[in-house]
């Protein structure tokens, strides 16, 4: 599974950007996908996340800012980021997830990661 994400730039204090990410290659099933970033010199952290069911998580620091939504027909989640702050400023991340079974029945989880952009939020 290959994730492509887009949607990055530079956006002053307030302003609004709209993050997208497609999955493609073989596909089975995407149980969850999301949003993670990482700033300079931090952990890289959950934003963002959407299971296949419409059930959502997102990190208390956006929470009433951004959306999650995914197209689970098209295998894409966006995320809509709305009164952007400084310290939103870090490298964005879409995240997928995936379960499997053996020929045994047991579970097998699968977890990719797209290629970064860059959220830039000036002040």
């Known amino acids: 599974v290959q994730l492509q994400a887009s949607g990055g730039g530079l956006v002053q204090v307030g302003g609004s950007l709209r993050l997208s990410c497609a999955a493609s290659?073989?596909?089975?099933?995407?149980?969850?996908m999301g949003w993670y970033r990482q700033a300079p010199g931090k952990q890289r952290e959950l934003v963002a996340y959407?299971?296949?069911?419409?059930?959502?998580d997102y990190a208390d620091s956006v929470k009433g800012r951004f959306t999650v939504s995914r197209d689970n027909a098209k295998n894409t989640v966006t995320l809509q980021m709305n009164s952007l702050k400084p310290e939103d400023t870090a490298v964005y991340y879409c995240?997928?997830?995936?379960?499997?079974?053996?020929?045994?029945?047991?579970?097998?989880?699968?977890?990719?990661w797209g290629q970064g952009t860059q959220v830039t939020v000036s002040s």
């Open positions: 290659g073989s596909i089975v099933s995407l149980n969850g």
């Open positions: 959407i299971l296949s069911g419409g059930s959502t």
């Open positions: 995240r997928a997830d995936s379960l499997t079974y053996g020929e045994d029945g047991s579970p097998i989880a699968w977890g990719y």
